[in-house]
C-alpha cells in the first residue's frame, strides 16, 4: 500500500517546526517514530499535506530524572524512543513501571524508531504509554509559535479514543511526571502474543506512608475497555502490611463492573488485580528497606 502524496520537511530549529503548523488545521502533522502514522498513511486513513519531521531536534531527545523535596520529577523528550525508555537505569531506578510497560510494547524494531511522546499524542486506547500518563498523573508540554508553552494533565489531555485537547497548532516536547517517594507503580497486561496490542491491561499507582495507603490509581488500556483511569478510594487509609491479596479481587471486580463483559471482565479483574498486588509488593519492599 501507498501513501497518499505529501511535503516533507525537517526544520533545523524547534522555532522552525512550530511555524510549520501555524494555521495548518491538522493538514500539516509532526512526525516521530512514524510506527503509527505511517501505516494510518497507508491505509488513507490520515492525509496530511505535509509532515514536519522532528526526528533530527537533538533538543528533544532527552529523559531526564532529578530529585526534588518530595521524590522525583522525570520529563521525556519528543523523541525518546520505547527503547530509550526501556534501558534509561536512572528513570527505571526512580519508578519500574516505564521498563515494565516499555517492554510490552511491539517488538525490538518498533521500540527503536516509535517514540514515547508519539505513543501518549497519538492517544491509542490500546497502548500502554496513555494509561501510564493517566495512572502517574503525567503533564503534557505543549508548545505553539503563537502561544508558547502550556502544560496539560493527562486527565485533561485525553478526550476519547484518538482524540486529545492538544491544538493544530501545538506540539508536544515533552511529557512530565512528579514521582512521590512514597508512590510504587506497575503495569499488567495480557495479549494474545508478546507484542501485540493488549487484550486487556492496568497500570496502577499506589502511594503509601508509614505502612498506610494514601492514594491508589488505576488506568486501563486495551481491547477490552478502552482507556480509563480511576482514583481506588476504597483501598485509602488500608494497612499496607495487612492487605489480604484476595482484597486485590474484590477490588478489581468492582472497579470493572461495567468496564468489560463475560470473559474479558475476568481478564480485567486479573489485570487490575495483578497490577495492585505487584505496585503494593514493590511499595512494601522498599519501606522495608528505608527502615533498615
Ligand atoms: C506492528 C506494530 C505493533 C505495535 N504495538 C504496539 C504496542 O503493543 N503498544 C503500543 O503502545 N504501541 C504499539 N505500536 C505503536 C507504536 O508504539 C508507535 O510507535 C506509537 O503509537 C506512536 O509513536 P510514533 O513515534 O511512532 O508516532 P508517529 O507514528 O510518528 O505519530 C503518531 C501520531 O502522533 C502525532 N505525533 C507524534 N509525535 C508528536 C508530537 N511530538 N507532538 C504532536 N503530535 C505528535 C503524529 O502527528 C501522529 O498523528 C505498534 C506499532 C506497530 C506498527
Same mark, same amino acid.
Given at each position: 500500500m501507498k501513501p497518499p502524496a505529501f511535503e516533507w520537511v525537517a526544520p533545523d530549529s524547534l522555532e522552525a517546526c512550530l511555524a510549520e503548523l501555524i494555521d495548518s488545521d491538522g493538514d500539516v502533522r509532526v512526525i516521530a517514530g512514524g510506527q503509527s502514522l505511517i501505516p494510518l498513511l497507508n491505509l488513507r486513513f490520515a492525509r496530511p499535506l505535509r509532515l514536519v519531521d %522532528?526526528?533530527?531536534?537533538? $533538543?528533544?531527545a532527552a529523559i531526564t530524572t532529578a530529585a526534588t523535596a518530595t521524590g522525583y520529577e522525570v520529563r521525556i523528550g519528543a523523541t525518546v524512543r520505547h527503547q530509550g525508555v526501556l534501558e534509561d537505569a536512572a528513570l527505571n531506578d526512580v519508578c519500574p513501571v516505564f521498563a515494565q510497560a516499555a517492554i $510490552? %510494547?511491539?517488538?525490538l524494531a518498533i521500540r527503536n524508531r516509535g517514540t514515547f511522546v508519539g505513543a501518549v499524542a497519538h492517544a491509542d486506547p490500546h497502548g500502554e504509554w496513555p494509561a501510564v500518563a493517566l495512572a502517574l498523573s503525567g503533564v503534557v508540554s505543549a508548545q505553539s509559535a503563537e502561544r508558547g508553552e502550556r502544560a496539560i494533565p493527562a486527565a485533561e489531555y485525553y478526550l476519547g479514543p484518538y482524540s486529545t485537547s492538544l491544538e493544530t497548532d501545538e506540539m508536544v516536547t515533552a511529557v512530565a511526571f512528579q514521582i512521590p517517594r512514597d508512590q510504587s507503580a506497575a503495569c499488567c497486561e495480557v495479549s494474545p502474543r508478546r507484542g501485540d496490542f493488549a487484550q486487556a491491561g492496568a497500570v496502577a499507582a499506589l502511594s503509601a506512608t508509614d505502612g498506610q495507603v494514601r492514594s491508589a490509581r488505576v488506568a486501563l488500556f486495551g481491547e477490552a475497555t478502552g482507556l480509563r483511569s480511576l482514583s481506588v478510594e476504597s483501598l485509602v487509609g488500608a494497612s499496607l502490611a495487612e492487605l489480604d491479596p484476595r482484597a486485590w479481587d474484590s477490588v478489581s471486580i468492582r472497579l470493572c463492573a461495567g468496564a468489560a463483559a463475560g470473559a474479558n471482565q475476568r481478564l480485567v479483574e486479573h489485570v487490575v488485580a495483578c497490577a495492585l498486588a505487584d505496585a503494593a509488593g514493590q511499595r512494601a519492599r522498599a519501606a522495608a528497606k528505608e527502615e533498615q
Open positions: %522532528i526526528n533530527p531536534r537533538d $533538543e528533544l $510490552e %510494547i511491539g517488538h
